[in-house]
């Protein structure tokens, strides 16, 4: 009897080992609170001074990501280097106070920040025009997709280019018509003026709108006289329009009807595909004088090589960088901590890689990315985009973090950009699984797809993710969940309020949505499937190319 109950016990044993070795990896890591609560403590402090590229707060942040990634036991991402340097030149444009327009019969003055704002991409001491024919391009847009060319039939070297903000389908309701009311990037205002550089011209100036631009003049007017940072292309050169800008709406009728052109009767032409540029016959003259200086900020970036197909890899990412110390509030406080934009997604890249680190090793790579210089102008990613430290042909998929949900536990989480791609498919199924679901974007035509680090992923061909937190709470309901956003929007963002304070904070919800998205990069990361841009998409063709080279 013992001979059999020890044979029992033995076999019991084994069973138990052989099971357990069979479900190793299986398992999931599961996330807490405290995975992501310190970090966002530490970046947030004040003793980071709000993690402005180029400052000691620069080091401080990028020396703690890297003693994080080297504490968790993660590879270097770039060969033996967690850093990646990021060249870059600040140039202050200082805007002559007047820009003159003058047609035949009469000329006009107008002025700096109230009718117009502008600045310049050019490092050359002054940037001047004088007399420079206007053209008005429409949307300025050439989308072959939509078979759409706002230039065609037209030659604007040396001319400036007047066009309208956001896309021909905004407000139309037709999302089959540049997707309706949901931005394409082709009325992202930042596409406007790298069509106009396509197209060779010499300046572009976008009418302010405020309902399809998503935001008052005043917004604007903010980059008056400001110092901006761009990539430092020394060496590799390339051409810039000599200014870019904005002039209010009541200054376009102005134009217009200078020109001997009604504004209504345009918009309406805008609209049409067979729209063709018109010559307004006015002149434009200003000057900008410009002081640049140069400096190298840094992308940190670790990895975790996968098992049988390290060549492929997954990004996830987060920008490091805010704002730094500024202008002070009505307390006095001048710090901008940035907690939420975007320590809670530097926080969560963390927690990501300890997760990766803490499961079975993934057959392809997995790599975890955090950017500089996102609230200067995405700049981080797009120079990785440009030097892409693995390949974009074998690189599966982006997934990036930009703010994580402090409010609770919510039933959905905003899908930004929804239509894009098949990445989308796999979130709505890993929702579906905790019995939650995916909402669209609340404010489609903002365009908030193009307006975070995965875009520049996106602008490449790869397929990239991002989600916003959503306002169904679980227990409050879906005005309370928008309630909490909108106040957020009013009271913390890009302010110095915008800190960790645990009476206010509540991220139960923010674990269930980094769960989500470790869930969807683990999927990735074990698959041997591409996801794919959907139809319809503006980045589907870049893809394609490549891949079908």
Aim: hydrophobic fraction near 35%; proline fraction near 4%.
């Amino acid at each position: 009897m013992k001979i059999q109950i020890h044979y029992l016990l033995t076999l019991s044993i084994a069973t138990v080992l052989f099971n357990a070795c069979q479900n190793q990896g299986t398992e999931t890591y599961q996330f807490q609170v405290n995975d992501i609560e310190d970090h966002i403590i530490t970046l947030s402090s004040d003793d980071f001074l709000g993690r402005m590229p180029f400052t000691e707060g620069e080091e401080l942040t990028t020396s703690y990501l890297v003693n994080e990634f080297k504490n968790l036991g993660l590879e270097p991402g770039n060969g033996d280097s967690f850093f990646q340097e990021v060249p870059m030149v600040s140039i202050l444009a200082t805007p002559a106070a007047q820009m003159t327009i003058s047609s035949e019969k009469e000329k006009i003055r107008l002025d700096g920040l109230k009718d117009y704002v502008i600045w310049t991409q050019r490092t050359d001491p002054s940037v001047g025009f004088e007399d420079v024919e206007l053209v008005f391009a429409g949307f300025g847009i050439v989308a072959p997709e939509y078979d759409w060319d706002d230039y065609k039939g037209l030659n604007v070297k040396d001319k400036i280019v007047v066009v309208l903000v956001n896309d021909p389908g905004f407000g139309t309701d037709d999302e089959a018509f540049f997707k309706g009311n949901t931005m394409t990037y082709y009325g992202r205002w930042t596409y406007k003026y790298e069509e106009a550089i396509r197209q060779g011209a010499l300046g572009c100036l976008i009418v302010h709108n405020t309902i399809p631009a998503g935001y008052g003049f005043n917004v604007v007017q903010n980059s008056w006289n400001t110092s901006k940072l761009y990539l430092d292309d020394r060496g590799k050169e390339s051409y810039k329009l000599a200014f870019e800008g904005w002039i209010t709406l009541p200054v376009a009728n102005r134009l217009f009807e200078m020109a001997g052109l009604n504004e209504r009767e345009m918009l309406a032409k805008a609209r049409k595909v067979d729209f063709e540029p018109i010559a307004m016959n006015l002149k434009a003259t200003s000057l900008i004088e410009v002081s640049a200086s140069y400096n190298t900020s840094k992308n940190v970036m670790a990895k975790i090589t996968g098992k049988t197909a390290p060549d492929e890899v997954i990004i996830y990412t987060a920008h490091w960088d805010h704002l730094g110390i500024g202008k002070p509030d009505e307390f006095g406080d001048s710090l901008y901590n940035g907690a939420l934009d975007n320590a809670s997604g530097t926080a969560a890249l963390l927690a990501m890689a300890k997760a990766f680190k803490n499961d079975a090793q993934t057959d392809r790579t997995v790599a975890f990315l955090a950017v500089t210089a996102e609230e200067q102008g995405l700049w981080g990613s797009a120079y990785y985009a440009q030097n892409p430290i693995f390949p974009k042909e074998k690189t599966v998929a982006n997934i990036n973090m930009d703010g994580i949900n402090p409010y609770g536990k919510m039933k959905d989480v905003s899908l930004i950009g929804m239509g894009q791609s098949t990445l989308e498919d796999i979130l709505i199924e890993e929702l579906e699984k905790v019995e939650r679901y995916a909402s669209p974007d609340p404010t489609p035509s903002a365009g908030f797809y193009f307006r975070s680090d995965h875009f520049n992923f996106a602008k490449i061909g790869i397929p990239a993710l991002y989600i916003g937190t959503g306002i169904d709470h679980f227990e409050k309901g879906k005005e309370y969940g928008k309630q909490l956003q909108e106040e957020y929007t009013a009271k913390y963002y890009h302010k110095p309020s915008d800190e960790y304070d645990p009476s206010r904070w509540n991220l139960d919800g923010a674990v269930d949505d980094v769960q989500l998205l470790y869930q969807v990069g683990r999927r990735l990361a074990n698959d041997s499937n591409w996801p794919q841009w959907k139809p319809g998409s503006e980045f589907k063709a870049v893809r394609e190319a490549y891949l079908n080279k």
